[in-house]
Structures are given as structure tokens and as C-alpha cells.
């Protein structure tokens, strides 16, 4: 792993900096790489630095929008990925035009793609390990960039409640808060949805299917579930986190159809790990909360039973 230094050092080198985050993107996604891109704006003014990634983020644009990047702006770039495991979920593939490649990431590291990186799987989120390069490197530190940053933080860690909040996490959050950012208000943001949303979370409620044990759950809601509801694929990440909230669950899927027929998978867990499971499905992620993709309804019925042994094994391993 590069130390903070010599990635900076090598963001001095370039005159255009493109950052890319994964794919259906998530606060530390688009916090990690909008803080990134705006610290270095404000050190750099007369570096072309630009954030790209599919332009729909859902409800999250009042953390960050994405720039409109062309093919030869990646000439002689500097390209810096945040919070990506690995190349399958790097929102915008054209990652590979840039000159060098550089990784800042928080997840295990599967696929060491990058000339450069520093992945620190023991952080809780992308977003504290920007914190910390900003804080090394004495980057400017704003309210509009401690806003990015605290809303990937609160986002990773499920607002406290995961096992990866450390103490350091909290120190982190401590020099956000000194910026002035409203933090009700960015939970608010978080946490607020819209009517259609919640009844898409209702729906997906009403769709839920048990094992036979009843700790492992799944809920497959279609594009015709989402268009008869307004709702669009982003926005219907507001299911994920409705399964975990019923007692006796343990793992759970909510799958959700994309417009090409695929499907985006979520997986969730409160013990068991399952990031290898969503690496088997061109996904991955952490080991209670990870992403992959299934192409049909075979594979979500093999994604299924996968998650049923893995659950079955680790119920018979803590009796």
C-alpha cells in the first residue's frame, strides 16, 4: 500500500485529475470522490479536475453532480477511482484511457487494478480515508466538502451502528463538524424519502419470501413494480435496508430489475459474510453489505440457495 505522500505527489504531476467512483452509487461513493475533486479544486485552481460516473445518482445530487468528461480529456490524465473494490463496478469504464491509475478504497482488496492505491479495509468508510488524506496533506477542508464527506461516513456506517465505527471514525467526524455543517439536516437528507418510495418499500415488504428456516429473506421487485410507482432504479435503494428490520432475520436479498432485464443484487447481513458470495456475481463489496448482478431468474434462484448455506453454516457454527 502507497503511503498519502507519494499519491500526492503524483496528483502534483498532472494537469487533469479524473475521478471515477463504483457504479449505483452510494453516499461514500459520491462523497469520497465529490470531496476529493472539490479539496483539490480549491489547491489546484488551474488543474482540469473533473468527476465522472453515470449521471443519474438518484437522491443523491445534493451531495455531488457529475461533470460532462470527453474521450480526450483522459490524454495524459491522472485517474483516481474511490470506494471501488474492483473493475466490473467502476462507474464509467473509460477509466483505462487515463495515463495512471490510482485506488483509494476501504474495501478488501480483491483486485488490486491500480499502478497506485491505498486500500485500508479497517476504515469505515472511503470518505474518513479522503478525511485523512485532506487532514496529511493540508488540503483545503470546507463546509461543502465536510458536508460530502460526513454524508459518506453516516451513510457507510449505517449512522454509528456498524462494526466498523472505531474511535478513529469518530475523531474524523469531529473535524468535519468543526466546518459548521448542518448535520440534522444531512440526515434528513439520508433518511427522508418520497411517498411513491415508501410505498415501494411497503411493496417490497408485501413481496418478501422466507427459507425454510426464516433467516434468510429475498424481495424481487421489477421494472414494472417501479414504473407503476414512479420510481426509478436508483431510488429504489431505499428497500434495501426494510428486511433487516424484522427480527429473526439474519441475511436478505431485495433484488431490484434494471431497464436491460438484469438485475441489481443487495446483499445485507447482521453475522454472516457475503461479499465473496457477491464476488462470484460480478460484484463485491464488505462483508455485511456488498453488491452484484444477476442476469436472470436462474441466477437469483442460485444466489438464493448460495445465501441459504452460507447462512445455514454460520447458524450451526454460534449454537
Avoid at 466546518?179 to 424519502?193: C, F, H, P
Amino acid at each position: 500500500m502507497n503511503t498519502f505522500d507519494e499519491i500526492f505527489s503524483k496528483i502534483k504531476q498532472y494537469p487533469t485529475i479524473i475521478l471515477h467512483r463504483h457504479t449505483n452509487p452510494d453516499p461514500d461513493a459520491i462523497g469520497s470522490q465529490a470531496a476529493l475533486a472539490k479539496s483539490l479544486r480549491l489547491q489546484f485552481p488551474d488543474k482540469k479536475i473533473l468527476c465522472t460516473g453515470e449521471n443519474d445518482v438518484g437522491d443523491l445530487d445534493w451531495i455531488n453532480t457529475m461533470d460532462e468528461v470527453k474521450d480526450e480529456d483522459y490524454q495524459g490524465a491522472l485517474v483516481i477511482t474511490t470506494d471501488t473494490a474492483n473493475t466490473p463496478r467502476i462507474s464509467d469504464q473509460r477509466y483505462r484511457l487515463g495515463d495512471y491509475l490510482i485506488k483509494i478504497d476501504h474495501h478488501p482488496d480483491v483486485d488490486p487494478y491500480a499502478d497506485m492505491s491505498y486500500v485500508d479495509s479497517k476504515a469505515a468508510a472511503a470518505c474518513e480515508i479522503i478525511a485523512d488524506f485532506i487532514e496529511a496533506e493540508g488540503l483545503p477542508l470546507t463546509q461543502e466538502i465536510a458536508l460530502a464527506l460526513y454524508a459518506g461516513i453516516v451513510g457507510d456506517t449505517g449512522r454509528f451502528m456498524y462494526d466498523a465505527t472505531s474511535a478513529h471514525t469518530f475523531e474524523v467526524v469531529s473535524r468535519l463538524m468543526e466546518t459548521g455543517i448542518d448535520i440534522s439536516q444531512i440526515a434528513r437528507n439520508e433518511s427522508e424519502v418520497t411517498f411513491q418510495q415508501a410505498k415501494l418499500q411497503s411493496l417490497a415488504l408485501e413481496k418478501m419470501q422466507l427459507d425454510e428456516s426464516g433467516l434468510v429473506a429475498i424481495a424481487v421487485i421489477s421494472q414494472a413494480d417501479l414504473k407503476a410507482l414512479g420510481v426509478t432504479q436508483p431510488q429504489a435503494s431505499v428497500t434495501v435496508s426494510t428486511p433487516g428490520r424484522i427480527k429473526g432475520i439474519l441475511t436478505w436479498l431485495v433484488i431490484v430489475e434494471k431497464e436491460d432485464g438484469t438485475y441489481r443484487v443487495h446483499y445485507r447481513s447482521k453475522g454472516p459474510h457475503i461479499n465473496k458470495l457477491a464476488e462470484a456475481h460480478d460484484g463485491g463489496g464488505h462483508e455485511l453489505a456488498s453488491g452484484a448482478t444477476a442476469h436472470d431468474q436462474v441466477e437469483i434462484d442460485q444466489i438464493f440457495q448460495e445465501l441459504v448455506e452460507v447462512t445455514k453454516k454460520y447458524k450451526e457454527d454460534h449454537e
